[in-house]
């Protein structure tokens, strides 16, 4: 039997990796972290929730900061949508922890599988799009709503040197979205910010680099309406939750720094693998 | 980026990165100091495996104010843990009521009111929803 300390330890480096591959596959960390202290660790479900939950509060809310100071985000955008964010977070939690509490925790297993999919999913399709650069769609056609909330705005785009203005389109399913992106960060203990950038950018057409800036941002307001929830629920604990957030963060930034270096191509589409591989086990678990 | 100087009213944007990187910042710290406090000085009934730890579930978030910081002031690495999670849970909290403040100094009370609105979800789970959970 490894003493705690020898967890502590272990905990702080695993979570450490998690926040490292998470930064350059482009999902956050929480989406491995859940997955290592569960296989791993065998911690059960709902605390490794409550203490991933706490390190996507603390990435998020670390790195919006650079992209706010410098005007990519759009603030007006990432408030009006955090309204249905949070309302979703709050359902999410109330949802997991009544699932977990009536035996039914294998189900969040299943679910979480299939999340990591869909990530797996995105991050090779935006592999590809990366490739071929320049093939965004940007709306820049005026609609009611957005003219209404002012949900617009102009960025500096520092490979084309040119000034973009945007228009958020379809605003209506996008807040939507983002309703249903508060309930699964809330449920699995994620950023749920794959999700979010759909929202932004499928749907709000909005250009890539202000998609993913915005989600950020949101992310962190997301996590916090849940993590109360979690935190006097009682399924935060301190000595799990401290490791994996200073280790997570640590992480996150190391790996942000890589990336502005190199462009990691190909170790990427082994990280998506990698994720695929955690599916696979997440849904091996939650099977009776 | 002087033009930006000569306007008296502050830049929300400056405004919320400081919140969020502050916050961040203190609370890795506060953090950090507990998990050192921990392996340098173990209180004596510090379990010695995780799932000792779950079972016994030590180490449970306090709601009380004056248990929390009595526990900080005599340096027990739990409340000093504890104290860092709260601020770190306290910073988008923070950042929400930063902008609440900011739009109604622009006077513009559509934000004010969306703003508004995320802050009373935030605090409703906070004190609505966390008490019913941990009641049950």
């Known amino acids: ?288 | 980026m002087t033009t930006r100087r000569s306007r008296p009213k502050p830049d929300m944007n400056v405004v919320i990165s400081d919140v969020l990187k502050y916050g961040v910042l203190a609370s890795a710290i506060i953090i950090g100091l507990g998990v050192l406090i921990l392996f340098l000085n173990t209180p004596q009934s510090f379990p010695s495996t995780t799932s000792e730890l779950l079972a016994m579930n030590y180490g449970k978030p306090t709601l009380d104010l004056s248990q929390l910081l009595s526990g900080v002031a005599s340096a027990n690495p739990v409340y000093v843990i504890e104290l860092g999670l709260i601020v770190l849970l306290a910073t988008p909290v923070a950042r929400v009521a930063a902008s609440v403040l900011m739009y109604a100094m622009e006077k513009d009370k559509m934000y004010v009111a969306i703003t508004l609105f995320v802050l009373i979800v935030l605090l409703f789970g906070l004190f609505v929803v966390g008490p019913i959970e941990a009641a049950a």
């Open chain 1, 1 to 288: 039997m490894t003493g705690i300390f020898e967890y502590i330890v272990l905990m702080l480096l695993v979570s450490v990796i998690a926040g490292l591959i998470g930064a350059l596959v482009g999902v956050g960390g929480g989406i491995l972290v859940v997955p290592a202290l569960t296989l791993l660790f065998g911690i059960p479900i709902q605390y490794a929730i409550g203490a991933s939950i706490v390190s996507v509060i603390a990435t998020s809310s670390g790195s919006a900061a650079a992209y706010v100071r410098d005007h990519i985000t759009n603030l007006r955008i990432g408030m009006f949508l955090e309204i249905g964010s949070t309302c979703g977070a709050i359902l999410g939690a109330v949802a997991s922890i009544s699932l977990v509490r009536s035996g039914y925790s294998w189900t969040v297993f299943l679910i979480f599988g299939a999340m990591l999919i869909v990530s797996a999913y995105s991050s090779a399709v935006r592999l590809r799009k990366e490739r071929k650069m320049g093939s965004e769609i940007i709306n820049q056609r005026p609609n009611r709503v957005s003219e209404r909330l002012r949900l617009s705005g102009e960025y500096y785009d520092n490979a084309t040197k040119k000034t973009v203005g945007y228009i958020a389109d379809r605003v209506y399913p996008a807040f939507g979205v983002m309703f249903v992106a508060g309930v699964l960060s809330a449920l699995l203990g994620v950023g749920g910010g794959v999700l979010k950038v759909v929202g932004l950018d499928s749907y709000m057409k909005l250009p890539f680099k202000v998609s993913t800036t915005t989600s950020n941002f949101m992310i962190g307001v997301t996590a916090a309406a849940s993590t109360t929830i979690y935190y006097i629920g009682g399924f935060v604990n301190p000595i799990l939750a401290a490791p994996v957030a200073i280790g997570v963060l640590i992480g996150a930034f190391s790996g942000t720094k890589v990336l502005v270096r190199t462009r990691p191509g190909p170790l990427r589409w082994l990280f998506v693998a990698v994720l695929i591989i955690i599916a696979i086990e997440m849904v091996h678990e939650g099977l009776p």
